[in-house]
């Protein structure tokens, strides 16, 4: 089933990266992939704006089937591929709305962490100290929250619960760039920890950014925070 699979990706991208993950834990090891470069625009290629006219990534083909939202694409593996590998949505309403609820949040988190870290794209006429340090201020208080969510749910837990679901899954490529942009640990102490737990997990690290093994630190984009 997996060779009738095309997925177009790029290294370190969290979108992209939660695909990868949904695939392996669905164990749909074996599927077509090609590895794009954002900074050489290969994403914005003909055969890419010919399964997606956004020309963005991720891009995922399976079979006549092309869905290209990181979300939809891990909802739809889960869905089409229930009974195989890990069962990342469960039965019960109440855990599955949590489950939907921290993947739905993860938008938040990714967008704050964004505005911080990659902050040196905004235009150079377009900077502001005052924009950035409301943009710091508000990921801090997004940390918090997610930081409390983990508390609530006690020692060694996931981000549903005591098992691993779609929302580890999409939140975890976020999440594993807080260490490597040296974001202080105190100002997310249980995100850290969750973070060790997870980063060995084998889909996870079967799926781990290239150029992150090459490279594991990052710029000190968070290192002020």
Same mark, same amino acid.
């Given at each position: 089933?997996?060779? $009738? ?9 969290? /979108? ?6 949904? !695939?392996?834990?669905?164990? =749909? ?5 090609? =590895? ?5 625009? @290969? %994403? ?6 010919? =399964? ?5 990534? /991720?891009?995922?083909? %399976? ?11 891990? !909802? ?32 938040? !988190? ?10 040196? %794209?905004?235009?150079?006429? @377009? ?10 201020? $508000? ?44 974001? /202080? ?12 737990? =997870? ?9 781990? /950014? ?16």
């Amino acid at each position: 089933m997996a060779q $009738s699979m095309m997925l177009y990706w790029g290294s370190g991208s969290p /979108p992209c990266w939660r695909v990868m993950i949904a !695939l392996e834990e669905k164990m =749909l090891q074996g599927y077509n992939h090609k =590895l794009l470069s954002f900074e050489k625009k @290969e %994403h914005k290629s003909e055969e890419v704006k010919a =399964l997606n006219p956004r020309a963005e990534l /991720p891009t995922f083909k %399976h079979g006549d089937i092309v869905v290209n939202e990181s979300f939809a694409a891990c !909802l739809y593996l889960e869905s089409a591929f229930k009974s195989q590998g890990t069962r990342l949505i469960p039965d019960d309403p109440a855990e599955q709305a949590l489950v939907y609820q921290r993947v739905f949040e993860t938008n938040n !988190l990714q967008q704050k962490m964004y505005d911080v870290a990659f902050y040196d %794209h905004v235009p150079e006429g @377009e900077r502001h100290e005052s924009a950035l340090k409301r943009n710091k201020e $508000s990921l801090i208080a997004e940390l918090k929250l997610w930081d409390g969510y983990l508390e609530k749910m006690g020692k060694g837990s996931y981000l549903a619960g005591k098992n691993f679901t779609m929302a580890d899954v999409v939140c975890f490529p976020v999440i594993a760039y807080f260490p490597r942009l040296h974001c /202080p640990r105190e100002r997310c102490p249980r995100l850290m920890e969750y973070y060790e737990m =997870l980063k060995d997990r084998p889909s996870i690290k079967a799926s781990w /950014p290239p150029h992150w093994l090459e490279k594991p630190e990052g710029p000190d984009t968070l290192k002020n925070l």
